[in-house]
């Protein structure tokens, strides 16, 4: 339950940070109403721990759709990253406090999808995708403290190693 509990929250903050780095403040639309559902399923699976047990063995298993998700949350963190980082270079002219913040919002960006992949690296039980996705994180790790390291070639080598373990290369 603890891993359902960790990919809910490393999924959530993916999505989040996605709905975040936007600066236009948007109209709620009519499919606003789907999230509430989702939250309480989500919130139902938690409360019963057979459920969430459940749960997790079935994604295990599906390899497919693990792949898919930690395709989905390297471009959010790609996408979230770069505009991270542009805020990031911009505030050293405004002084140690802006700088503070926008570093802070850049380690944020970069342990979360450190954290996803290693997630679901724990979540997976094919063997390849395992190693793939934990090396990924463990790469993603390394390199929150020089975000000048992370760079298009950088990010295209992770997600070579994800494409190489669901068989797309």
């Known amino acids: 339950m603890r891993r359902h509990l960790a990919a809910a929250a490393a999924l959530s903050f993916a999505l989040l940070a996605a709905g975040c780095s936007g600066g236009d403040e948007q109209e709620p639309t009519a499919a ?3 999230p509430a559902g989702t939250a309480a399923a989500a919130t139902t699976a938690a409360a019963d721990p057979a459920v969430a047990a459940s749960a997790d063995a079935a994604l295990s298993a599906d390899t497919k759709a693990i792949c898919a998700q930690a395709a989905r949350t390297g471009e959010s963190f790609g996408t979230n990253f770069a505009a991270d980082y542009q805020v990031y270079l911009g505030a050293k002219a405004q002084g140690a406090e802006a700088k503070a913040r926008a570093k802070e919002k ?3 960006t ?7 992949l290693l997630d679901m690296s724990k979540l997976t039980s094919d063997p390849s995708l395992k190693k793939a996705l934990a090396a990924m994180g463990a790469q993603v790790t390394a390199l929150k403290g020089d975000f000048a ?3 298009d ?10 494409a190489k373990a669901c068989g797309k290369s």
């Open 32 to 34: 606003a109403p789907t």
């Open 106 to 108: 850049v380690t944020r």
């Open 110 to 116: 970069v342990d979360g999808y450190s954290f996803a």
């Open 149 to 151: 390291k992370i760079d």
């Open 153 to 162: 070639k950088r990010l295209a080598e992770i997600s070579g190693k994800l």
